[in-house]
């Protein structure tokens, strides 16, 4: 059977937020309410491929706390939904969240910064399949077993998704089943293994990969490349736009490749640097979401 989710066809909606908000808001022990200045400060960090990464975690958060001028935490769950959710009600001061997510929730969110890849602030989903498999188009996926990465993931669902939608399909009849990894190195990994026969994943993390664990990774092989598309922001909630710290949030990662310890969390990162962008960069995500709506 297809994995299911609420939020399959229109991501993340406000009523499971709102239910997420309840739950997770305990387990970080937050109090009732929205983020303060008592609490100090609050970064969400979505399951990336890099999450686990203790040396990133303690160099992101100590270039953070520097830069804000108070202690940070960094707050992580296994879910986009569940951070999404905290960030939306309030409960995170900001967070790396994904471009799905935001521009169902733009309204309720600021940018703060986006990251700059190869020069631009901008990566791809790929669609892939092991690596000794003799496939050249996307249709030749048709019946496989497929993993996604996130229900509310733009390159590790929603892409895949719109494609489909556009080409009058679904992906519970295109594929003969499909499940989520919850995170973007785990569909390399379920691909390369033989666990699913093809899967949909972030551009960025499979090319990271490549270098990091290539011996993975070259189990794989890319059998379609997206458009180019909005990377992944940070954003804060719109509730919080007075809160000063935020200014300093975004004057820290627009300028972290000037800093040495910044630069150390780009290497890590294999990012270039945070710059600043305006919300029509998710327009055609946006666009993505609007043609799974009308599809159904």
Known sequence: MTARHPATSQGLDRRSALALCGGAAVSL???PGRASAQEGFKFGLTPVFLSNDLE????????????IGEPVEL??????QEITALLVAG??????????????????LDLVATP??????????????????QTERWEDLKGDIHAFSDPD??????????????????????????????????????VASGLAQSGSVDGYVWDVMREMEPGLVDQTR?????????????ASARALAGDARLARLKDALTGMDRHEEGR???ALLRLDGFVATEPALFDTIAAKVDAVRRFG
């Open 222 to 234: 890319i059998v379609r490349r997206s458009e180019w598309l909005g990377f992944p922001p940070v």
């Open 56 to 67: 990133l975690l303690a160099l992101l958060r100590a270039y953070l706390t520097e830069a």
């Open 116 to 133: 700059s890849w190869h020069g631009r602030p901008l990566y791809q989903s790929y669609l892939i399949a092991a690596a000794d498999r």
């Open 153 to 190: 993931s733009n390159s590790g669902f929603l892409v895949t998704r719109a494609l489909l939608a556009e080409n009058g399909l679904k992906p519970e009849g295109f594929f003969a089943r499909s499940f989520y990894t919850y995170g973007h190195r785990n569909v390399i990994r379920a």
């Open 75 to 80: 707050v992580s769950r296994r879910t986009y």
């Open 29 to 31: 022990v937050l109090a």
């Open 91 to 108: 409960q995170l001061h900001a967070a790396w969240i994904c471009g799905y997510p935001y521009v169902q929730f733009k309204s309720e």
């Open 264 to 266: 150390k969390v780009l």
